[in-house]
């Protein structure tokens, strides 16, 4: 058992003029009686096999034969230097062995050609029909399915190499809760032994509470939404990057919220350039997201520009979707809204003392018309603060009674932000809707497979 050689590293011309043992799926298969071209993918490449009869005997050939498209097989062959060939490789086939086959009654059901379709506002998106939905455990070994989930996987360890490298503390918070981050009408209740509880918005409030103990902390964690908007960066579970810190303010925690986004486009351009030239994804522009400063705007600033590209928005509301794609679509970078109005976010904002209208909150919006990535802010420290801002919105304070004790004993100004991962992925790989980016997405009208 185990693997030794891997397609990639063939194609990066490791083995040339050597005998291998290559272990895959069949992603084509063609031919005739005499010979057969079986492309052969792992997952660090494909690459073209010939076999033919007179080399490989009858019993051998008539496997080969039977191979149909994502079958798993072992090939041994020699490396085969072919300018012409995909990747500049092919391999002759010397032995070859059936793993686990496919039924022919039931070939696979996923055409990579057939993985582009128009939704319901006429956008062009991939793997997004009912069809490719209902067999995303079949879709994920598609070329770009695969490439999505490397891109994913390298945000990841971006986030975390970001975080400890500038010490945090990584910590865990429940998921079962008993309030609301983000308001109520998001939430996902669940039924808990007679009780209810609630699926968690944000990891926030339990990190506040150990903010005096780790003073810099954070997660990346699941966080729950019931959203009904269908849009392209809408999931009810996507995960969340966050962050909280003591003795802070919003300018410091913006500073983190860039440097972050900034090392997860860099952290791409170094591990995936392969990947993200497949994507025909412009790395001039990727190599500005990482090297250029995000620029910071007023909240004020930006629905002047709305409104006076003729968008139909008032004071007072916070930015959805359609507006925040036609405010970046010529963003060349990530740019930052602060100072929002009090009446737009919830009541753990800090006010602003210099003008009671506005918190000290920042959102960071990604351009190419993807809009939010990052929210985040001071929050309000003091005990009488959060009581006059929890009364002010009607919140029952019971549930929150840890996060107001918290407060009596020693509060001190401190912040963090919240990051979007999927709809970071989503951003720097240049996906057609966020579901690109997750394995299984969940939304509001699926949650199978
Ligand atoms: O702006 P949000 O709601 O902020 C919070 O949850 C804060 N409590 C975070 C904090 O300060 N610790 O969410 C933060 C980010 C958004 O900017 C967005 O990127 C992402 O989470 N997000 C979603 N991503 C995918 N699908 C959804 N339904 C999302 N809702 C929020
Ligand atoms: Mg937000």
């Known amino acids: 058992m185990g693997k030794e050689i891997w397609i990639g590293d063939v194609q990066n011309g490791v083995h040339d003029g050597q005998q291998v043992t290559l272990k895959g799926w069949v992603k084509r298969t063609r031919g005739s009686n005499k010979i057969r071209f079986l492309v052969l993918r792992d997952s660090t490449g494909t690459i073209?096999?010939?076999?033919?009869?007179?080399?490989?005997?009858?019993?051998?050939?008539?496997?080969?034969?039977?191979?149909?498209?994502?079958?798993?097989?072992?090939?041994?062959?020699?490396v085969r230097v072919d300018e012409r060939a995909d990747g500049g490789h092919e391999l002759d086939v010397e032995a070859f062995a059936l793993i686990g086959g496919v039924d022919p009654e039931r070939p696979f059901p996923v055409t990579e050609s057939a993985m582009l379709t128009e939704d319901e506002e006429g956008n062009m998106v991939w793997g997004g029909s009912e069809f490719l939905l209902d067999q995303r455990h079949l879709y994920l070994r598609t070329a770009r399915a695969t490439t999505m989930l490397k891109l994913r996987s390298s945000a990841f360890g971006a986030?975390?190499?970001?975080?400890?490298?500038?010490?945090?503390?990584?910590?865990?918070?429940?998921?079962?809760v008993a309030g609301a981050v983000e308001g109520g009408s998001t939430l996902f209740e669940v039924p808990y032994f007679g009780r209810k509880a609630y699926l968690t918005q944000s990891w926030q409030l339990y990190a506040e509470a150990a903010m005096p103990a780790l003073e810099r902390l954070y997660t990346i964690a699941p966080s729950f939404r019931a959203e009904k908007s269908r849009t392209r960066r809408h999931l009810t579970e996507f995960w969340h990057a966050e962050m909280e810190m003591a003795w802070s303010s919003n300018d410091e925690i913006m500073e983190h919220g860039e440097g972050v986004v900034r090392h997860i486009a860099r952290t791409l351009l170094d591990e995936r350039e392969a990947e993200l030239t497949s994507l025909d994804r412009d790395l001039d522009m990727l190599a500005r997201y990482a090297d250029s400063p995000y620029p910071r705007m007023r909240y004020d600033e930006a629905i002047e520009t709305l409104q006076g590209m003729g968008v139909d928005v008032s004071w007072g509301q916070d930015l959805?979707?359609?507006?925040?794609?036609?405010?970046?679509?010529?963003?060349?970078?990530?740019?930052?809204?602060?100072h929002y109005p009090k009446v737009a976010k919830p009541f753990y904002h800090r006010v602003d003392p210099e003008d009671e209208q506005y918190v000290l909150c920042h959102d960071l919006l990604a351009p190419e018309g993807y809009g939010e990535i990052i929210g985040g802010g001071e929050r309000?420290?003091?005990?009488?603060?959060i009581l006059k801002r929890i009364d002010e919105e009607g919140t029952p304070r019971e549930p929150y009674q840890f996060y107001i004790d918290v407060r009596s004993y020693g509060g001190v100004p401190h912040g963090g932000f919240g990051l979007g991962v999927d709809r970071v992925v989503s951003w720097l790989a240049g996906a057609s809707h966020i579901r690109e980016v997750i394995p299984f997405p969940r939304t509001s009208r699926r949650v199978t497979p």
Request: glycine share 4%; net charge negative; proline share 3%.
């Open 48 to 78: 073209q096999c010939v076999g033919k009869r007179d080399v490989l005997g009858d019993e051998m050939f008539e496997a080969v034969k039977e191979a149909l498209i994502e079958s798993s097989v072992h090939v041994t062959g020699t």
């Open 320 to 338: 959805d979707y359609s507006k925040e794609k036609v405010l970046t679509q010529d963003f060349d970078v990530p740019h930052f809204l602060t």
């Open 159 to 176: 986030i975390h190499q970001y975080f400890r490298s500038h010490d945090f503390i990584e910590y865990q918070a429940p998921n079962f």
């Open 380 to 385: 309000t420290w003091s005990e009488a603060e």
